[in-house]
Each structure stands twice: as structure tokens, then as C-alpha cells.
């Protein structure tokens, strides 16, 4: 879903610059940015190096890996050819559970004999959905959209074929990890990392600040062109996600200034995060308001589509776009604004 930002709020200090694939740029001293390719209409995610020294050792820790394949292990093997000047890795930072973040966690920390730090339920979740334990996609999320009015065949058929989503781009997890919490300070190079959880996008989402360098690591929870995508999936099918993102930004508000360097992991980095937050804010409101006015009528989560996506959309975007509309619902539904209707084993929404 679009949350386009205006361009005098947003400020990019590094202009439109980008790495190339397998190198970095300093952006603050002892901090670096990769960039690896994703084979999706998002078509990138940024990832970042930080010199560390532990144990007495000096190195890098990773904050986070990028999926699991050819291509971006042999980014990575450029990245330890060239940029870390002869010092080793000595752990890996992971901010999520979505697999552009934790798919090549367990190679990198099998390839530089180090641990994974990550919040545990997020590496929970990662665990059950690598071993299959939980599908990212197959019968069990047709049926969860099919409840919430998707009818179109073909696309039930392509979202109940994909029973290896997660499993192809994360075929493994460390069995290993550090626990990251809320709160909990890292000490990385001379900086002090703060972890700061989020929640709505992932189960337990961490974002790493430094307050006295004013950086801000995002991951997901906090992007400059493109909202956060919220979603309402099958293995927590009566959750309030969007609720849950949204205090998340307004913990973020006071946390944070606007001339806090926010590193996303997504587009470039910016300053003007309380301008951020508040676009963010009103863009899910307005959307609210939409859904609000549509179910004047029963509607589903797949009526609302044409509402909250201007676009056209293929199959991956239309796993998307439902988790998010039920998240409009829900939120709407959970705050006592909408009642929930069961007809047929389909689930309406009306004011």
C-alpha cells in the first residue's frame, strides 16, 4: 500500500546514491551499507555493517542477510573479499523474521563460525516456518482468504501451490541465537545500541537506535516511500496488527527527531522521521475512513481491494494487499466501528 511522502518533509542526505551489489558505503563513521537484490516488484533490501570488536576480537556484525540464494551469496562473498579489509564477521544482527532479512542467517553464521541475535519469538517463528511447520502460503492461507471473500479460482490455485514460499528462500535457521529484547543495550564498535521492539509488521520486530549518534537502524518498522505492509494472515487469523503498528509509530514519536538518520531497510536512507510517522499515521486513517464509508454495505476484506489498492496486482501483491485489508477490518472491528458477519463460512463487515 503507497504511502507516498512529501518531498519537503523527507530529506535524503545522501541524495539518490546507492551501493552496487557486493559493495558499501560508509554512511557514518564505522557504519556501512549494502544493498542485495530481491527477485520481487520490491526489487531490494538494505543491509548494514557495523564495526565491532568481541571477546577482544575486531570485526563486523551484520544487521541483517537478504534471501537465500545464488546471487546473494555470491554478493556476500564479494562483500568478504572486499570490504571488510581482512576482518572477520562476528555475529549477525537479525531484525525480523521475513525471509529477505533471516533467509541466509544460517549460512552466514555457519561461514563465519558465529551466532545469530535476534528476538526470540521472531527466530521462533522462523524455526516452525523453515521446517515447514508453518506454510507461508498452501491451503491453509486459500482457505483463510477464501473466508474473507476471495473467489477468483486461479488465484486460489496459485496461493494453495505455494507450500514452499518460505521454506525456498529460508531453507534453514541457526540452532543457535541470542535473545534480543526491548531494551536491551548492544555495544557495537563505539556505539551503544538500543533495542527497540516493534510490532504489527512481524511478531516481535527489533530496530536498533543510537541515541547519542542519532542513527536509527528501522528494518521494516519505519520506511521513507512505501508503507510497512500490516497483514492478517492465516496462523494468527483474529490478530490486530494494524493497532499494533500504529502505537508502535507513536512509541517511535518520542523516541526519535527529525534530524535522527534513519537507516530503512527499504529505499534510501532519510531524516524527517516524526514527518515519516505522522504521513504514516494519516495514510492509515484515511484508509480507515475509506473502509469506514465502503461497509455503509457487508463488505469482505476481497471487496475492499479496488478500495485500498489503486493498482493491479498479481498474485504475490494479492497476499498482501488481503492480509491488509483484513487488518483495515479488524482494527475497525476490534475498536467497535464495524460488526463482523458470518454468511456461508464468509466473513462480512458492516458499520
Not at 559493495?23 to 556501512?32: F, H, Q, V
Not at 538494505?46 to 541483517?64: A, C, K, M, P, Q
Not at 522462523?126 to 477464501?146: D, L, N, P, V, W
Not at 483484513?326 to 475498536?335: E, N, S, T, Y
Request: contains cysteine; proline residues 6%; glycine residues 8%.
Amino acid at each position: 500500500m503507497s504511502a507516498q511522502p512529501a518531498t519537503d518533509t523527507i530529506r535524503y542526505p545522501f541524495g539518490e546514491t546507492t551501493p552496487a551489489l557486493g559493495e558499501s558505503i560508509e554512511l557514518a563513521p564505522g557504519l556501512r551499507w549494502l544493498r542485495m537484490g530481491l527477485p520481487f516488484a520490491l526489487n531490494h533490501i538494505n543491509l548494514w555493517l557495523l564495526e565491532d570488536t568481541l571477546n577482544g576480537v575486531r570485526g563486523w556484525t551484520i544487521v541483517d542477510c537478504g534471501i537465500d540464494s545464488p546471487p546473494t551469496r555470491a554478493a556476500w562473498e564479494q562483500v568478504f573479499a572486499t570490504q571488510l579489509g581482512g576482518l572477520p564477521v562476528l555475529r549477525v544482527v537479525v531484525t525480523h523474521m521475513h525471509p529477505d532479512h533471516v533467509g541466509l542467517a544460517h549460512w552466514l553464521t555457519a561461514r563465519w563460525n558465529c551466532l545469530l541475535w535476534m528476538s526470540a519469538t521472531d527466530y521462533a517463528v522462523s524455526c516452525m516456518a523453515a521446517r515447514g511447520c508453518m506454510t507461508i502460503g498452501g491451503e491453509a492461507m486459500a482457505a483463510h482468504y477464501a473466508a474473507h471473500g476471495l473467489a477468483d479460482p486461479q488465484t486460489l490455485a496459485a496461493i494453495r501451490k505455494r507450500t514452499d514460499y518460505y521454506t525456498g528462500l529460508v531453507p534453514a535457521m541457526p540452532t543457535r541465537f541470542v535473545r534480543l529484547q526491548d531494551g536491551d543495550v548492544l555495544r557495537i564498535g563505539e556505539r551503544d545500541w538500543r533495542c527497540v521492539a516493534g510490532y504489527g509488521h512481524a511478531p516481535e520486530h527489533i530496530s536498533l537506535y543510537s541515541e547519542a549518534d542519532a542513527l536509527f537502524i528501522a528494518g521494516d518498522m519505519l520506511l521513507p516511500r512505501i508503507s510497512t505492509n500490516i497483514s492478517v494472515n492465516d496462523n494468527e487469523p483474529l490478530s490486530n496488527p494494524l493497532q499494533q503498528f500504529l502505537d508502535s509509530l507513536a512509541r517511535f514519536s518520542t523516541l526519535l527527531s527529525d534530524d535522527t538518520l534513519i537507516f530503512p531497510s527499504h529505499g534510501l536512507p532519510f531524516r524527517g522521521a516524526l514527518a515519516r510517522i505522522g504521513q504514516l499515521q494519516q495514510h492509515h486513517h484515511e484508509r480507515l475512513a475509506e473502509v469506514i464509508q465502503a461497509c455503509a454495505t457487508p463488505q469482505t476484506a476481497a471487496d475492499l481491494l479496488p478500495v485500498l489498492f489503486k493498482r493491479p496486482l498479481d498474485v504475490h501483491q494479492i497476499t498482501f494487499a488481503m492480509g491488509e485489508s483484513i487488518a483495515h477490518l479488524h482494527k475497525l472491528w476490534f475498536d467497535g466501528q464495524l460488526r463482523r458477519l458470518e454468511d456461508g463460512g464468509v466473513y462480512r463487515f458492516v458499520r
